[in-house]
């Protein structure tokens, strides 16, 4: 944000497990997660989480040209979960039932309007074993108190129950409410560039809340808006794998731009 809003602020940001898509990112929580509060038959219990990773790992892992637990680009990951669907009419540790299968397609799934127009990119491959929007029963984290709080101003507004999670009416209309404040999603960063600002931005893809891929389509949107040569000259991303939200998880947290012991830096 202070990059696109004030870009006379900082010579240089490390934005890490940047939450700049703010409404997106309060509502994909509502789309993984409330199908399984309303149906137990889409719910997918913590127990499985590890069993689901192991086959994503399995069929990705070593894609990369290392088979070291770890996935470098979860995009060109096409594990399936339909792959590890339980037989007909049964349940297990290490299978999927079709609401269970369901579930975690939608969770791998772009959120996309009716025209196809998608809206927020899903959330990575590899994810599943550290997310917090799987397996919860109720609303968690700062999504539960957006939707009530902020976008319906109604402390007994109920998520669960009121949420639409098959349109996009609520994301409309929080977009619409609180969008301009909230908001950092403007890809031309010209301004800050042409005052010789410099900008690291890096994301964790096992990030258990915000979704790295969201950190990628703005920058590839970044990209489109002020073109290649140009973003390479104030510009660098790293997404690092097997790393939580901004600290973390199986994977090497890149150091050199977090330094150790310091939360994520928003920007
Ligand atoms: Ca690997």
Partial sequence: MQAQRYPENFDGIVAGGAMFDWVGGQ????????????NPA??????KHLAIHKKVLAACDAQD???DSLIQNP???KFDPASMACPAGQDGADCLTPGQVTAMKRYYSPITRSNGEEVFPGFPKGSEHSSALLGIDKPANNWAGFWPEVVYED?????????DITGLSDYDRARAKVGAAYDAIDPNLEPFANRGGKLIVWHGWH?????????????KAVIERVGATRTDTFMRTYLAPGVNHCRGGVGPIPRRVQPAGESCRLG
């Fill in 75 to 77: 995009a060109a990951c």
């Fill in 207 to 219: 990030d258990q809340l915000v979704s790295a891929l969201r950190t990628e389509s703005y920058v």
């Fill in 65 to 67: 040209g290392l088979t």
């Fill in 42 to 47: 889409q719910f997918v219990p913590k127990s």
């Fill in 155 to 163: 402390p007994a507004y109920d998520i669960v129950s009121r949420i």
């Fill in 27 to 38: 509502f994909a929580p509502a789309w993984v997660a409330v199908p399984g509060m309303r």
